[in-house]
């Protein structure tokens, strides 16, 4: 057994408590490592345990600790989570230091690596070797990011790709996901539309070398929009917002320029298929559809983990392979702040972090 702090998010009677606790660790056994954890970026994703929608401006802060109060109708809605004491963290890296006796777990003692555990705010924590990025000379802050961004950036030029789609339509540009996609669409020669919300991202991604980027803040920015699906062909794109009306003025960007180039009008609209996916809640309200263009649309999710499953083998490794090669250049994540297990529970650390705001990314390191 190994001993070492671990974080816990339980909801109960309308509260979210999230502390970090002294737990003990099961010695590995199989195809499992024990990994002792450096770094843990805190994602998106990470936030549905983390925080949800609890009111933490008024919640109650003590050293390694907060509880706050769960609204409704976000605490009914999770009611199969209630009373269960649940680990956090989808992925971060670190260095195997046990392992179970297969040889392919064994192969991994001493090594340094990438892991998703989905308990990587801790000390310590057990990982299936197979899910293990070993990362040679890369350091533990570097390889931290390496799974959930990079593969979802890949992941939607994959779904883009089996979908028969040519283009792709971004609604947060400048996020470091986006930055990735970027660069990821940029080798693959894969028009890219990025809608941003700043003139400063709107000058980041220039930097980048972006070809079509759209500012939302901007009078004109419908406008630009219809320009640039008008330009590029994308009538397909991933929305990690959710809620409000960014899908919705996506659809009816698409439509209006499927309608000018109709050879004649029909009343149920354009016959362009138009397509957008859901992969994240950063807006908690509900997401608002007009019925403003016809009926050749599509509004779904997506998540990385169903995509995986079926993607098959050879599509995983050939993902896998291609962040390791390119983890310090095209999956370059950086961070505004490193926080202790116990600094990222002040108030100050999660009214920042839970805002998520692009370039803001706050890295855990659990050892220190």
Not at 37 to 59: G, H, K, V
Not at 217 to 241: M, S, V
Not at 284 to 290: A, D, H, S
Not at 324 to 345: H, I, N, P
Request: charged share 20%.
């Amino acid at each position: 057994m190994t001993t070492g702090k671990q974080l816990f998010s339980t909801l109960a009677d309308g509260k979210l408590t999230v502390e970090v606790t002294e737990t003990e660790f099961a010695d590995p056994s199989g195809n499992q490592v024990l990994v002792r954890m450096e770094a843990a970026p805190i994602n998106p994703s990470d936030l549905a345990l983390l925080t949800s929608a609890a009111d933490l401006e008024n919640a109650e802060y003590s050293p390694g600790k907060f509880v706050a109060s769960m609204p409704e109708p976000f605490n009914s809605a999770q009611k199969g989570r209630h009373g269960l004491r649940l680990p956090v963290g989808n992925e971060g890296a670190g260095t195997v230091v046990a392992a179970g006796d297969s040889e392919s777990a064994q192969a991994l003692v001493g090594q340094r690596v990438a892991c998703v555990p989905g308990n990587a705010y801790s000390q310590y924590c057990i990982a299936d070797a197979a899910m293990c990025l070993p990362l040679g000379d890369i350091s533990s802050q570097d390889g931290a990011s390496a799974f959930v961004n990079p593969m979802t950036a890949l992941g939607f030029v994959e779904t883009a790709r089996k979908e028969g789609q040519g283009a792709i339509i971004h609604t947060v540009g400048a996020s470091n996901l986006g930055q990735m996609l970027i660069k990821i669409c940029q080798e693959d020669d894969i028009p890219l539309v990025n809608i941003v919300r700043k003139q400063e991202h709107v000058d980041l991604l220039s930097g980048l070398d972006a070809k079509h980027i759209v500012n939302s803040a901007e009078d004109d920015f419908f406008d630009q929009l219809c320009g640039q699906i008008d330009a590029t062909g994308a009538y397909f794109g991933f929305d990690p917002i959710g809620g409000g009306k960014l899908a919705d003025t996506c659809f009816r960007a698409m439509e209006q320029v499927a309608v000018k180039k109709m050879s004649e009008y029909s009343r149920y609209g354009s016959d362009q298929p138009k397509k957008m996916y859901i992969y994240g809640r950063l807006d908690m309200g509900p997401t608002i559809l007009t019925p403003a263009y016809g009926f050749g649309w599509t509004l779904s999710g997506w998540l990385l983990t169903p995509f995986l499953q079926n993607a098959g083998m050879e599509t995983v490794i050939r993902m896998r392979q291609r962040v390791l090669d390119g983890l310090t250049s095209t999956f370059a994540s950086s961070y505004k702040r490193s926080v202790s297990l116990e600094e990222m529970l002040t108030r100050e650390a999660v009214l920042d972090y839970r805002l998520m705001k692009t370039g803001e990314k706050y890295l855990v390191t659990p050892q220190a």
